[in-house]
Each structure stands twice: as C-alpha cells, then as structure tokens.
C-alpha cells in the first residue's frame, strides 16, 4: 500500500488548509481512511476517520472545524481544515485499514502543517 499526503504548508491562525491523500495497492472503496497528526514532542494521533460508507468520527479537538472526505474513484482521502489554531501545528498522515480489523497499514509521507501568525 502506497499513501501519498500532501496540501501541508503555513496558515495564519484562522486560516484553512485543504489535505490530500492518494491511495494505491489497496481496494481503497472497501477500506476505512483515516487522517491522524503528530506534533513534536507528541504521540500520533487519530483527527478523522471515514468508513467505506461515509460515516466519519472525529477526535474532540477538530470536531466542527474539520471536514474528512473520500473519492474512490480517484483513490483519494481529503481533510478539509478550517478555523486553524496553533495548537494543530503538526505533520499529518493518511492511512487506511480494512473494515473488519482495528489495526491501521504501514505509515506513509506527512505533510506538515505549521499555523503561526
């Protein structure tokens, strides 16, 4: 399974950031997505997750400002952020399991967001 994040860059607080993640080597319909984050000195973190039927679940801290999506045409997972904070300043990663397990595939490339004025 290949996972390839990108959309990362620096945001003013406040501001939106727009994820993408393209997925190969796996039957991404049938699979779960999930966005997670790692801030430095922090452990990684569940953000979002998407089933293959489009429920979404999202952690405390980015419920309402944070939308997860999936396109399995393209293969490809989004995380649209908006009402960025400082506090969301980390690398994110895209990753995916199967529907009848609990344990996420090998990790890909994050991409780093960074939310400082």
């Known amino acids: 399974v290949q996972l390839q994040a990108s959309g990362g860059g620096l945001v003013q607080p406040g501001g939106s950031l727009r994820l993408s993640c393209a997925v190969s080597?796996?039957?991404?319909?049938?699979?779960?997505m999930g966005w997670f984050r790692q801030a430095p000195g922090k452990e990684r973190e569940l953000v979002a997750r998407?089933?293959?039927?489009?429920?979404?679940n999202y952690a405390d801290a980015v419920q309402g400002r944070f939308t997860i999506s999936r396109d399995n045409a393209k293969s490809t997972v989004h995380l649209q952020m908006n009402s960025l904070k400082p506090e969301d300043t980390a690398v994110y990663y895209c990753?995916?399991?199967?529907?009848?397990?609990?344990?996420?595939?090998?990790w890909g490339q994050g991409t780093l967001v960074t939310v400082s004025s």
């Open positions: 990753n995916t399991r199967q529907p009848w397990t609990y344990a996420w595939g090998s």
């Open positions: 080597g796996t039957s991404f319909s049938q699979n779960v």
């Open positions: 998407i089933t293959n039927g489009g429920t979404t």
